[in-house]
């Protein structure tokens, strides 16, 4: 079975940092390398939305406006996880933060972010 745990989420105040893990278990440990990964954000009352990804390789960055010079993604094949950095945390961030692999194939359960300001 193809399973991804995130974890990290929090309270924090405006102006922190915080940073998401998602790690790869079961099945998905033997072909995490292969997935490019993205995390996406759903805020109450909204739709899901791209928050960036990153290639299976570890390049081929890629990151929505809201996320752009404030949050960071990174991955570690050896240990099977992929890395949300997220800088200056501001209100409008706070959402259930999703890792997915492989276009959306798979998907997390979530982690709550709130940012109090």
């Known amino acids: 079975q193809v399973q991804f745990v995130e974890s990290g989420g929090g309270l924090v105040q405006a102006g922190d940092s915080l940073t998401l893990s998602c790690a790869a278990a079961?099945?998905?440990?033997?072909?995490?390398?292969?997935?490019?990964m993205a995390w996406f954000r759903q805020a109450p009352g909204k739709e899901r939305e791209f928050v960036g990804s990153?290639?299976?390789?570890?390049?081929?960055?890629y990151y929505a406006e809201p996320a752009k010079g404030r949050f960071t993604i990174s991955r570690d094949n050896v240990k099977n996880t992929v890395y949300l950095q997220m800088n200056n945390l501001i209100a409008e961030d706070t959402a259930v933060y999703y890792c997915?692999?492989?276009?959306?194939?798979?998907w997390g359960q979530g982690t709550q972010v709130t940012v109090s300001s």
């Open positions: 997915a692999a492989n276009f959306g194939r798979y």
């Open positions: 079961g099945s998905s440990v033997r072909t995490f390398s292969l997935y490019a």
């Open positions: 990153i290639g299976f390789a570890g390049g081929h960055f």
